[in-house]
């Protein structure tokens, strides 16, 4: 860009974040890095984070889209960040779009992608896109149960609506047969049965501005609520990334099958008529097979965001301009090759029967960044809510260093709350290379 487009393009540029998570934080703490943008904000609570690099904020429902649309035409608001996937699902980007608000999120009916997991298997099935596991799906608990008493083989149990990550069960781990049915008939609802993947789970996360994405580091999440991945799942414990944006446990060849993957879902919903515009977040599982589709986000994964926004070098407004108005350039968007290691802190019980309403200190966090999730600052001291609390981010050469960073500071925290100290340790990624070995 040259000097003059520069200024041209140099006037202010307002942009919401909407929502109030440790996800929202990263967001609007990048766009705070950005050449003249200011930060808004409209979240469900007061994040201490969002708060503080906000001009301007509005606590309400994340789904209430006319208020928010109201709240962005008073403040002359340009542009939206969307966050989470219910006000996605909620029409959030329609309403906006209507109002001239132009979005980093898409609209309801290409936020089915991830809103409804029916829509997007069947989408896969109909422009013959690699990856799709076999799957079944039944509109109610009975037809689900007879099917499943006719096989002998294990399969993930999902309903088909949203579930905060948390809705999936799978038989031989999570349950047996008679504890999946017990399960389907809790859903009492649309149910997806799919075939059970067995490898080594990734996230690709890329920028799409409609036709066209530039992919994020890879990320490996820890969705399991106890070190060595134990207990029940979580929105997602922490998080790495390395320094050549890839994972030892992927080969090239399997990274072009997912980014392919990731540009054919692209290129089917434009085809459908309905274009995506936003964050596509694509979870993988790395099977002996290749690169499986477990689901698609229609936003940043939490944690995966504050991995990758951690790390972004480029000027975010050149991106979410890029994003909205179809001109994405992959030559102008760069991530620092460097580690990251996300850990979250989260309250006791955390996440069957969380404890809320402690006082949390924070001790000497070093170099690490911090990001707020659930948590409100009362009095000057931090109260945990039900929910995921903070994280912490340690930016390192090498994931050790990421890893003690990140570590560090997350026990140094004082209060009811925990953390896994082995995400991003070099034990869990040696056991992922050697599980990925034995299943090749
Ligand atoms: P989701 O809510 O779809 O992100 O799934 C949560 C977790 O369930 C994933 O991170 C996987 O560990 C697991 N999972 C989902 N689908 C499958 C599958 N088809 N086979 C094996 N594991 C799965
Ligand atoms: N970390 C997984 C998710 O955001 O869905």
Do not use: W
Request: charged share 20%.
């Amino acid at each position: 860009m040259n000097t003059t487009t520069h200024q041209e393009s140099g006037q202010q540029m307002k942009v919401l974040v909407v929502g109030s998570g440790g996800r929202e934080h990263a967001i609007a703490q990048a766009l705070s890095k950005g050449r003249d943008i200011v930060v808004y904000a409209a979240m469900s609570r007061i994040n201490p984070g969002i708060a503080a690099l906000s001009k301007e904020y509005l606590i309400t429902r994340e789904t209430a889209s006319r208020e928010i649309t109201a709240f962005c035409t008073k403040h002359q608001i340009g542009y939206a960040f969307i966050g989470p996937e219910v006000p996605l699902e909620a029409g959030i980007v329609d309403s906006l779009n209507a109002a001239g608000v132009l979005c980093v999120g898409p609209k309801k009916m290409a936020a089915r992608i991830e809103t409804d997991k029916a829509f997007c298997r069947n989408l896969m099935k109909q422009y013959n896109i690699p990856g799709l596991p076999g799957y079944h799906i039944f509109p109610g608990p009975d037809e689900a149960i007879a099917f499943l008493k006719t096989t002998s083989s294990d399969y993930a149990i999902k309903p088909i609506g949203l579930t905060g990550g948390k809705g999936v069960r799978i038989m031989g781990e999570h349950v047996d047969l008679e504890g999946a049915c017990e399960y389907i008939r809790e859903i009492n609802g649309g149910v997806v049965i799919e075939e059970r993947l067995i490898g080594e789970e990734f996230t690709l996360q890329a920028f799409v501005d409609g036709n066209h994405l530039i992919p994020m580091p890879l990320v490996q999440d820890h969705k399991r609520a106890f070190d060595g991945d134990t207990g029940p799942n979580t929105g997602g414990m922490g998080s790495y990334t390395l320094p050549d944006h890839l994972m030892p446990f992927i080969t090239d060849n399997e990274y072009n099958l997912a980014l392919g993957i990731m540009n054919d879902v692209i290129a089917a919903l434009a085809a459908e008529g309905t274009p995506y515009t936003g964050i596509l977040y694509g979870q993988f599982m790395n099977t002996a097979k290749g690169p499986m589709v477990i689901e698609f986000n229609a936003r940043f994964g939490d944690p995966e965001a504050m991995n990758v926004l951690s790390l972004l070098e480029s000027d975010i407004g050149d991106v979410v301009r890029g994003v909205t108005s179809g001109t994405l350039d992959a030559t102008r968007v760069s991530f620092a090759r460097k580690a990251t290691v996300c850990k979250y802190i989260v309250p006791e019980g955390y996440p069957d029967n969380p404890h809320a309403g402690d006082r949390i200190t924070t001790g000497d966090a070093g170099s690490a960044l911090l990001y707020y999730a659930s948590v409100v600052r009362e009095d000057g001291h931090l109260i945990t809510q039900s929910s995921r609390t903070m994280a912490y981010v340690g930016i390192g050469d090498t994931l050790e260093e990421a890893e003690k960073i990140a570590e560090d500071a997350a026990s140094a925290v004082q209060g009811p709350v925990r953390h896994r100290r082995d995400v991003g340790t070099m034990d869990v990624l040696k056991k992922r290379i050697s599980h990925m070995q034995e299943i090749r």
